[in-house]
């Protein structure tokens, strides 16, 4: 193992370090500002533009589907011009759009508007995995990520009070409106800083992995190393597993509110209140996780070994506890359940993403991020749709739930049984992955 103080010089200083860091997890606690924003204001937009359950649940969904099909440009965007440039144009052209949304008056106009905050939020992982891999030791990896996981929790967990006394202060249109101009002057201030000579490979000087700019836009979708890594089994293993934990996720982000409001009747005060709670049991998940994972990070193989149990025991206990909240006879039996399922889900996400850096190479980790989320999305996006369309059927979440417990253990099992193997497509990756763990 490399000396701490050895990688603070070769990498890059802990100054620049902690200013990273600080940068992505603002990132992130604006990113779930701006994406759980609606789900906040659900009931109050389903009763202004007149929206069903099912159509509710198609404005929530586009969002994710946007963001899951921009993943694959977002992470050859990264390996080609670096984290810095990309997340900061990224969060600006985001915050506009959520800026732009507080002047909606039609269903449409609100879904293309949800599709651009989808896809100038997809460069957030990748950008974030490429900035913890490239500028910290693999000591620090998992706490630093796990940090990053948890400011999109804390992002969570302050939304519903936050947002809720936005909206009650502004209303609906308002609250878009603010939290779209701090991300604009936040993203504005990054840009305009500067950083010096960046350390990412790819916008360093001579760089073998710099391409010209110019390439066409399709070929963003066609990078070999895309292509090659899809004909892996331990990418899809991964695709497939963190679609179980995305449904999850996404389930109670997107219809969280409406179910308390729905079932327990809480007025839209209490539902800010109560809705922070299963989150902030999330971000204690990831920080846990994060801890843990650290610990086993000295041998490689046992590394990826005890990454993979975290990941399957976090899954299967989430499973468990969302079957639970089926049979919750009170509110108070609800929220500790549903607690404990977010706990688990994202004690689960964090060694997922931590199990990248044990599993291939520096270079590619930004563009398996990007195909590990776009095939989660994929998944998840038909958690809020089936949702609606039961809830406007059934009146009842009993079977969305259900079946999320089922989508959750399901995705337990592909990383159980297809993501044994490395990500090996060099023949150099094996070495360089030992290396860059070392």
Known sequence: MRPADEWDQTVLSQRRQLLILGFLMLTGILNYLDRVSLSIANPVIRKELSLSGTEMGSLLAVFSLAYGLGQIPAGTLVKRFGFRRVLGTA???????????????????????????GLGESPFFPASLDAVQSSFAPERRGRAMSLVNASTILGQV??????????????????????GIAGVAFAAAWLALGHGRSTHSS????????????????????DPDLLALLRTKTMWGMMLGFGGINYTAWLY????????????????????????????????GMLTSGILTDLKVRDLEQARSFRRQLIVIGMVLSAGCTALVVQASSLTMAVAAISMAVFFVHFAGTAAWNLIHVSTAARLSAQVGALQNMGSYAIASAAPIITGWLLDRTHSFRISLMICACVTAAGALAYLTMTLKPILLGRGDEDAIALEND
Not at 167 to 177: E, H, I, Q, S, T
């Open 253 to 284: 982000l997107t219809w969280l509110p409406g179910y308390l409001a729905s079932v327990y009747h809480l007025k839209l005060g209490a539902t800010g209140i109560i809705s922070g709670i299963p989150f902030a049991a999330g971000a204690v």
């Open 91 to 117: 969060l600006l052209a985001w915050s506009a759009a959520q800026m732009v949304t507080s002047l909606v008056r039609s269903n449409g106009a609100f879904q293309a508007l949800r599709v651009m905050l």
């Open 203 to 222: 916008e360093a000087a001579g760089s073998p992995q710099t391409r010209p700019a110019s390439r066409s836009f399709g070929a963003l979708f066609a």
């Open 158 to 179: 302050i939304a519903p009070p936050v947002l809720t006394v936005l909206m009650l202060w502004a209303g609906w249109r308002g609250m878009f409106a603010i939290i």
